[in-house]
């Protein structure tokens, strides 16, 4: 069995969805993974500041969004009887959405705003399949995805159910489901967070232990470089697991990080295809090997440095302990980091609790912040042991101010970080001398 992933613009309008079902409707079974079709999940955040905030407004941003579903179900379904199907599943979601007006609004009735983008799209992609007298089954993901008290996914729970559930229809092929969305420890609906369709199927790639997950979107796979700031990057045809677990944390936006390593565990091959143009062979990731160099680089922006340097940590042991603990108490996790004998610098990129961190930093000594900072990312195989490869880079980057370098934390990964107003040169410097 395979399990393929369809992003939001790959079912973002109707003449896509019916794309997206002639590609899923061949002989082999499979778990069709579908996300928000796209913007509508940006759109219910809104809706849902708009009902914390008691805003009137919110009436009116449900109503455009219902609207442009109004316009999709016309478009999308060719006879009267499943326009009509479409109309009554559209208002059953709308009416709930509005059903929030005037109550209390908590995070319990904010992630059941969310989880309706995935609700809507799966389930007109399935009417629309019946409609087309193509056999589906819609398996309602919060039948069987859910996260347990520390949010992390129950995967014990995931395999049970979704195993039984798959068990009851042994003739069928296609199977649709939602990405993103799940329940928690409470039996509450929550979800995997923004973009975590990717990471959807994933986990019911290990749970089924399907032979392929394949996640599509709207480009060719990864590429060597970041193609909005670099001319003539190209695809990488084959990545390993660790590699793309890097790519994918380090800006490349096309596969969400966390899916990688639900795959790596179960060493299911991941392979990142393209709706536009489903015969390029896009990006295979699996835990082949190939042979040692730099592969890709990618660039993270909206990175924040902190240096804290303080004569107490000369010889001293237990300092970066007490540092470490302030950034674990404000939940926020450390990207890179780099330390000489009295001054450690780090990078975070959620600066939601920066000024608390700052002031409980100031405990172990003096705190320096640079904002709008980018970290550069370069990955390949074993790139530690390839010939030159840090002699390359920092040649490379010959006429660009680096703050931070991180070597040798990975055997995969060297990680730079600069201010991003550099970043569109190193990246194209670095094009240049690496490949
Ligand atoms: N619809 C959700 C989002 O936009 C999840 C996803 O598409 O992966 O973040």
Redesign the pocket.
Known sequence: MIVMKF??TSVGSPERIKSVVNLVNDDKRKIVVL??MSGT?NVLVKISELFYSGNKDVTAEIDRLENKYATVINELFGTEEYKHKGRKLVKERFDLLRSFYGVAFDAVAERAVLAQ??LLSTTLTHLYCEESGINSVLLPALNFMRIDKNAEPDNYYIKEQICRELKSYPEVKLFITQ??ICRDANGEINNLK?????YSASLIGKAINAEEIQIWTDIDGFHNNDPRFVENTKAIRELSFDEAAELAYFGAKILHPASVWPAQEANIPLLLKNTMEPQAPGTVISSKTEEEGIKAIAAKDDITAIKIKSGRMLMAYGFLRKVFEVFESYQTPIDMITTSEIAVSLTIDNITHLDRIAQELRLYGNVEIDRNMTIICIVGNNIMNSKDSIAKVFKALDNVPVRMVSYGGSRHNISILTDSEHKADALNQLSKYLF
């Open positions: 992003g939001g996300s928000a999940t983008g995935e990405g993103f923004r973009g975590g369709s990717d």
